[in-house]
T-cell receptor
Framework: ETGVTQTPRHLVMGMTNKKSLKCEQH?????MYWYKQSAKKPLELMFV???????ENNSVPSRFSPECPNSSHLFLHLHTLQPEDSALYLC??????????????FGDGTRLSIL | TQLLEQSPQFLSIQEGENLTVYCNSS?????LQWYRQEPGEGPVLLVTVVTGGEVKKLKRLTFQFGDARKDSSLHITAAQPGDTGLYLC?????????FGTGTLLAVQP
């Protein structure tokens, strides 16, 4: 039990589908993050939310649309994805976003496969 | 752009052996975190090192931060199958973590 829950754990979708990934944290943190983990590449930061406000968009294509309705929930809406978007998508949280030294607590990820 | 190189990329050893993995950067770190990611799970923080020359121990794991704060190492003594996983170092900047390329460790029983 990591305190950060991601659903679904696995998702297979076609390129024209629309789906959403969900992340929920039970740690009372104020910052949440989306990362992409592909084979043979370092973990890539996608988005950062601090107190529900987006503070970082790491040049992510618009086919990925994040939403943070409150400090405990984070969504990643997916639309018209490409095969190269197949990866493990990890959500993380920390106490605050602008304290780089703080540990981040990760969920177990959603394994996404684009057909 | 700061880049963290980890070596080796892959390591397969027998139970009971010792090993060391490395994390190097061309830039000075303010602090560095080590994470372990087991198969099917997200990364879990092992330790944070802040001071140049610092050594921290976590049971059979010994973490060292280089004197110049540009490199770090993780030494595992008497590795066990439960140590299997992806070891990631991460550089802490003012507002995010930059992760290294990772070392995938497999410990055979």
């Amino acid at each position: 039990e990591t305190g950060v829950t991601q659903t679904p754990r696995h998702l297979v979708m076609g390129m024209t589908n629309k789906k959403s990934l969900k992340c929920e944290q039970h740690l009372g943190h104020n910052a949440m993050y989306w990362y992409k983990q592909s084979a043979k590449k370092p973990l890539e930061l996608m988005f950062v939310y601090n107190f529900k406000e987006q503070t970082e968009n790491n040049s992510v294509p618009s086919r990925f649309s994040p939403e943070c309705p409150n400090s405990s929930h984070l969504f990643l809406h997916l639309h018209t994805l490409q095969p190269e978007d197949s990866a493990l998508y990890l959500c993380a949280s920390s106490q605050e976003a602008f304290r780089g030294n703080q540990p981040q607590h990760f969920g177990d990820g959603t394994r996404l496969s684009i057909l | 752009t700061q880049l963290l190189e980890q070596s080796p990329q892959f390591l397969s050893i027998q139970e009971g052996e010792n090993l060391t993995v490395y994390c190097n950067s061309s830039s000075v770190f303010s602090s560095l975190q080590w994470y372990r990611q087991e198969p099917g799970e997200g990364p879990v923080l092992l330790v944070t090192v802040v001071t140049g020359g610092e050594v921290k121990k976590l049971k059979r794991l010994t973490f060292q931060f280089g004197d110049a704060r540009k490199d770090s190492s993780l030494h595992i003594t008497a590795a066990q199958p439960g140590d299997t996983g992806l070891y990631l170092c991460a550089l802490a900047t003012t507002n995010k973590l930059i992760f290294g390329t990772g070392t995938l460790l497999a410990v055979q029983p």
